[in-house]
């Protein structure tokens, strides 16, 4: 290590000092930035060899400065020397040796029955074609010969059909009114976020919408991961002053919040604020469970 490097102090190091500092231990990191236990332990020993290539070290080596509050740009700026270089060429050269292969396996002569194969969807679609024009013409002979005698019965049954119209229309302006009332009851229905019990972790959304829209805002950089009903829905790290618009699936039932910074965050849902932190704990990684009713 040149002894410019010393004078600034080991990467791995100033890592290190700055996840202690920020209060995470490694379990946390791997947790936020999903980089795996071994990897975060090889970057602070500065064991890169230890890691899957070149490109890696410094992709992790910048998520893991971006999660402790330091600039992961400027830091492989700053390192650049002590930090493996990343190869472009041996990427191409990959794609230049699957690129021969592909095209020759296109330019493989056709069977017979690979020709078949190849005209099969054409056939079934002109033979489907073929059936719908033969229903249409058949319906439109039989509604040719059911003129006649539906013409003869038209005068008698124009009264009962105004008749039945003018039902049919006061049953449908009942109808509206009724769901229009049921709509305006539904609408004066007050949403509420309120704790389990004791719970500083488990939450409740009552009368949500549908589709619940929910935002979030950092003042500081924090990673933060939003899963519904046991799928991921979105994941990612906000900047200073950064904020993050979602809308949670149709009829979602359960949403788990991942905060790797719960200080520096705050949540609204349908424009109401979650206070998901009601006991002012400093614990700066939380998780959070929502129930919607």
Not at 40 to 46: F, G, M, N, S, T
Not at 168 to 174: F, L
């Amino acid at each position: 290590m040149s002894e410019n490097s010393e004078e600034k102090g080991a990467i791995g190091a100033r890592l290190k000092a700055a996840r202690i500092a920020k209060g995470l231990t490694i379990d946390d990191l791997q947790q936020i930035t999903k980089i795996q236990k071994r990897y975060l332990i090889a970057i602070e020993d500065e064991k890169f060899d230890e890691l899957p290539g070149d490109f890696y070290v410094r992709a992790f080596v910048k998520q893991y400065a971006d999660t402790v509050d330091l600039d992961g740009n400027a830091l492989l700026e700053e390192y650049h020397d002590e930090l493996p270089e990343t190869h472009a060429e041996a990427y191409v050269q990959n794609v230049d040796d699957v690129q021969p292969t592909r095209s020759a396996s296109r330019e493989q002569p056709t069977t017979a029955a690979g020709k078949v194969r190849n005209y099969l969807p054409t056939i079934i679609v002109t033979a489907i074609v073929v059936i719908i024009l033969l229903f249409i013409w058949l319906m439109a002979v039989r509604t040719h010969t059911n003129s006649s005698s539906a013409t003869a019965t038209s005068s008698t049954s124009v009264e009962v059909s105004s008749s039945k119209q003018s039902s049919s229309s006061a049953r449908s302006k009942a109808s509206s009114k009724k769901a229009a009332s049921t709509s305006a009851k539904k609408g004066t229905k007050k949403q509420t976020i309120k704790a389990d019990g004791d719970s500083d972790t488990a939450y409740t959304l009552t009368n949500g919408t549908d589709k619940n829209k929910v935002v979030i805002k950092s003042t500081k950089a924090a990673w933060t991961s939003v899963t519904t009903d046991g799928s991921q829905t979105w994941q990612g790290t906000l900047t200073a002053n950064g904020s993050h618009e979602l809308t949670l699936p149709s009829n979602a039932a359960t949403v788990k919040f991942q905060f790797g910074n719960a200080t520096a965050t705050s949540v609204t849902i349908n424009g109401k604020t979650f206070n998901f932190n009601p006991k002012n704990s400093t614990s700066q990684v939380r998780t959070i469970t929502l129930t919607i009713k």
